[in-house]
């Protein structure tokens, strides 16, 4: 994929002046306008760098249970915010998977395996 991409879009021909140009947040923030580098700083720290330092740092705290346990709640926890921020909604099929999932979670959180003897 990111073969073709070097083929299709270059990055030397991305115009840098496009990060200077204002976008809103939408949703709820509709008001709000930032440069769009500001947006992109953010995704890259906020959205990648931090979670993922933040992920290895914790491996050695918690139990691979609570780790897969918090793995499955990161689309919920994605979703509850697409809907307070952007006014989203889940239809049927998506609220059939956010049941599994929390059923699943449940069904993790409360299964106790005797210990290896």
């Not at 840098?16 to 930032?34: C, I, K």
């Not at 931090?50 to 926890?77: D, R, W």
């Amino acid at each position: 994929m990111k073969v073709f991409w070097a083929i299709a879009a270059p990055w030397w021909r991305f115009d840098v002046g496009t990060l200077s140009h204002r976008a809103t947040l939408l949703g709820a923030f509709d008001a709000v306008s930032l440069p769009v580098w500001v947006s992109v700083v953010w995704v890259i720290l906020l959205g990648t760098l931090v979670p993922y330092a933040v992920e290895l740092a914790s491996l050695q705290y918690l139990t691979p249970t609570a780790k897969g346990v918090t793995g499955m709640s990161e689309p919920l926890i994605a979703a509850a915010i697409a809907w307070a921020w952007l006014g989203q909604s889940l239809d049927g099929a998506q609220l059939v998977g956010v049941a599994v999932t929390l059923v699943g979670i449940a069904a993790i959180q409360t299964t106790r395996t005797p210990p290896i003897t």
